[in-house]
C-alpha cells in the first residue's frame, strides 16, 4: 500500500466549483437568463467531421469567477474541471454530450427497441449536444469550443467556434429554403 506522503497534495485539495466546497457563494449571484435545451439539436445538422474535430479551450478552474448561476454556468465549469483533471482528454463530442446529459437528465433512459434507425436515433445524447451548443452561445466561465468546418472553395478545413459554424450552417440553410423551386 503506498504512503500518502508519496500522493501529491493536490489531490487532497477542495474541489472548486461547480462542487463543494464551493469557491464562491453561488446562491449570491444572479441566475443566468433562461436556457431552453432543445432535443432538435442544430448540433445534429453539422457535418461528421466537425462533430469529430470539436474541442475546447478553457481557462483554469481557479480563475473561472461566474457572474451567473445555472446549468449552462455550471456545465461549462465542470467542462473546465474535467479539462484540468484531464478526465476527458481528447473526449469526443458524442462522450462530452453523453457525459453532460447524463449529469443533468440522469432519467432520460435511451430505448433499444425498434429499427436500427430508431435505435441510433434514441442513443444519441440530443440535450447535451445542445447544452455545448448553449456554453459556447453564453461563452460560460470563459469556455469556447472549436470545431473544423470544411472549406468551400477548397478541399480544406477551417477552424472556428461552433456558434459561428452553426450561424454559416443557418444561414446556407435559409440561403436554399429562399431559393424559387425549379419548374
Not at 53 to 77: F, K, N, Q, S
Not at 84 to 94: D, I, K, M, V, Y
Request: one cysteine or more; a positive charge.
Amino acid at each position: 500500500m503506498p504512503s500518502t506522503s508519496s500522493i501529491a497534495p493536490r489531490v487532497f485539495a477542495p474541489l472548486r466549483l461547480p462542487f463543494e466546497p464551493p469557491a464562491v457563494e453561488t446562491w449570491n449571484l444572479p441566475p443566468e437568463p433562461p436556457a431552453v435545451v432543445l432535443t432538435d439539436t442544430p448540433m445534429l445538422r453539422l457535418p461528421a467531421i466537425a462533430l469529430a474535430t470539436l474541442r475546447y479551450t478553457a481557462p483554469p478552474v481557479d480563475d473561472i469567477l461566474p457572474t451567473a448561476w445555472g446549468r449552462v454556468t455550471e456545465a461549462a465549469c465542470r467542462l473546465a474541471l474535467w479539462r484540468e483533471w484531464a478526465a476527458n482528454g481528447g473526449a469526443s463530442a458524442f462522450h462530452l454530450a453523453e457525459n453532460l446529459q447524463s449529469v443533468y437528465w440522469p432519467r432520460s433512459k435511451r430505448l433499444i427497441t425498434g429499427t436500427p434507425r430508431y435505435r441510433l436515433l434514441q442513443a444519441t445524447p440530443r440535450r447535451g449536444y445542445d447544452l455545448l451548443r448553449l456554453i459556447d452561445e453564453r461563452t460560460a466561465a470563459g469556455l469556447q469550443i472549436h470545431v473544423d468546418m470544411p472549406d468551400g472553395s477548397t478541399r480544406g478545413y477551417t477552424t472556428m467556434r461552433l456558434s459561428d459554424a452553426l450561424a454559416m450552417l443557418q444561414k446556407q440553410v435559409s440561403n436554399i429554403c429562399d431559393r424559387p423551386l425549379p419548374r
